[in-house]
């Protein structure tokens, strides 16, 4: 039994229907209801975790092994090269439903959508010894 006010937990516990593709003990993957590409497809864990820092390390191993599996599948299906594959990971980074998901976004040359750079626009200053000092810092925090 998942939170019964979330969205995706209502669709593990199928409440709410769901064009499934893939399922495990760990994690679930189903098609986005609106689609930004043909194939978008979204892959959760099956236990509910608002964001990427509460899940256990066995489950982000299981849903990086369910991206692995799936990206060049669903791109397949739906003849792409590639994909856009990421997490939209706290409200502030436009994460809607709060409940762990991952996008994977089959691309093609034609489709008009940027990289993930293009989100931004543009780059901040930031000098090498920030990034020294930024990247000590981050590495004593693990
Ligand atoms: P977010 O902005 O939270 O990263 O993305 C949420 C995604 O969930 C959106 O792409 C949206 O289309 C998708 N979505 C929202 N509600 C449903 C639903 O009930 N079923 C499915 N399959 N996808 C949903
Ligand atoms: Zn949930």
Known sequence: ??????????????EIPSHTVYEDDAVMAFLDANPLAEGHTLII??????????MPDAVGAAIGRALTQLAPVVENSVGANASTIGINNGEDAGQEIPHVHAHVIPRTPDDHGGSIHS????TPEIGDDELTELAQDIETRI
């Open 1 to 14: 039994m998942g939170e019964s006010n979330c969205i995706f937990c209502q669709i593990v516990d199928g």
């Open 45 to 54: 864990p099956k236990d509910h975790y608002s964001t990427m820092d509460e």
């Open 119 to 122: 989100i931004f626009g543009g």
